[in-house]
Nanobody, 124 residues
Framework: QVQLVESGGGLVQAGGSLRLSCAAS????????MGWFRQAPGKEREFVAR????????YNEDSVKGRFTISRDNAKNMVYLQMNSLKSEDTAVYYC?????????????????WGQGTQVTVSS
């Protein structure tokens, strides 16, 4: 079992920045690839970014490339999502997720554990 708790969400103006954090506890954090997803009202949960177990490989969804950066600190059992140049369309609940599958994936069903989410609201 892995427990995940997100923090760092909030209200920010368009063009601003936020840094989301995800604290993991339970079984060995370094055994899991990690991902960030988001869900806007009335929409399905969608992939944002993923990072491999060691942090050596990352992948971002096209709409956030060049703006968002995923990183992790295995010594602290933490994963982060630095979000810059935020847009109103980035408004959503952001979820941290852990995957026992390879590099992690881009689909919801490829992840085994989920946090409760943190709200990000970008005002235009």
């Amino acid at each position: 079992q892995v427990q995940l708790v997100e923090s760092g969400g909030g209200l920010v103006q368009a063009g601003g920045s936020l840094r989301l954090s995800c604290a993991a506890s339970g079984r060995s954090f370094s055994l899991y690839a990690m991902g960030w997803f988001r869900q806007a009202p009335g929409k399905e949960r969608e992939f944002v970014a993923r990072i491999s177990r060691t942090g050596g490989r990352t992948y971002n969804e096209d709409s956030v490339k060049g703006r968002f950066t995923i990183s992790r600190d295995n010594a602290k059992n933490m994963v982060y999502l630095q979000m810059n140049s935020l847009k109103s369309e980035d408004t959503a609940v952001y979820y941290c997720a852990a995957s026992g599958y390879g590099l992690g994936g881009v689909r919801v069903h490829e992840y085994d554990y989920w946090g409760q989410g943190t709200q990000v609201t970008v005002s235009s």
